[in-house]
């Protein structure tokens, strides 16, 4: 069975740092893109950024590049969201996500979340 | 970016009827189209993929179809545990987008 536990979520000031943390289960992690999902709460859902099984690919939102880093270590079975210079915007629950290639890539596996919350 | 855009905002039906939920995008692309159902506190959960393959597990009453700009989620005779909001999201090009979601509720 494929399981997504997230770690990390918190409360953090504006302009403050976090790393999120996804361990993954069930599946050969390295054979995978993965992924990250937020959705502020009560909203719609927003796509992060996403990352390839051998870390050779990386893509991220254009409003997000250059303050988050996506990244994995497959000896863990893990994949890392860095977040700096944090923004009250930024307030949502983060989900980490199993990508699987049919035609184009589509998240099949879903973390339950982690809740990430900017304010003062 | 290709923005998605889901109608209606909410549909309100009663169990064993069919629902028809539609997703434009602002520019035409093949069929790397997705929906996903998120129940109330849950995480989304993958129905369709590439426009109208259902994903592992996903009962046959859910289907998908379209192409180029206009893509419709059918979900035919409605149970109660169909009660969800279905996102639309395009896998064509970057930045990858979701549409706002249609919110289905079950009378």
């Known amino acids: 069975e494929v399981q997504l536990v997230e770690s990390g979520g918190g409360l953090v000031q504006p302009g403050g740092s976090l790393r999120l943390s996804c361990e993954a289960s069930?599946?050969?992690?390295?054979?995978?893109?993965m992924g990250w999902v937020r959705q502020i709460p009560g909203k719609g859902l927003q796509y992060v950024a996403n990352?390839?099984?051998?870390?050779?690919?990386?893509y991220y939102a254009d409003s997000l590049r250059g303050r988050f880093t996506i990244s994995r270590d497959n000896a863990k079975n893990s994949v890392f969201l860095q977040m700096n210079s944090l923004r009250v915007d930024d307030t949502a629950v983060y989900y980490c996500?199993?990508?699987?290639?049919?035609?184009?890539?589509?998240?099949?596996?879903w973390g339950q979340g982690t809740l990430v919350t900017v304010s003062s | 970016e290709i923005l998605l855009t889901q109608s209606p905002a909410t549909l309100s039906l009663s169990p064993g009827e069919g629902a028809t939920l539609s997703c434009r995008a602002g520019?035409?692309?093949?069929?790397?189209l997705a929906w996903y159902q998120q129940k109330p506190g849950q995480s989304p959960r993958l129905l369709i993929y590439d426009a109208s393959n259902r994903a592992a597990g996903i009962p046959a009453r859910f289907s998908g179809s379209g192409s180029g700009t206009d893509f419709t989620l059918t979900i035919g005779s409605l149970e109660p545990e169909d009660s969800a909001v279905y996102y639309c999201?395009?896998?064509?090009?970057?930045?990858?987008?979701f549409g706002q979601g249609t919110r289905l509720e079950i009378k």
């Open positions: 520019q035409s692309f093949g069929g790397y």
């Open positions: 069930g599946f050969i992690f390295s054979d995978y893109w």
């Open positions: 999201q395009q896998r064509h090009s970057w930045p990858i987008t």
């Open positions: 996500t199993r990508e699987r290639e049919f035609g184009a890539h589509y998240s099949d596996s």
């Open positions: 990352i390839k099984g051998d870390e050779s690919e990386r």
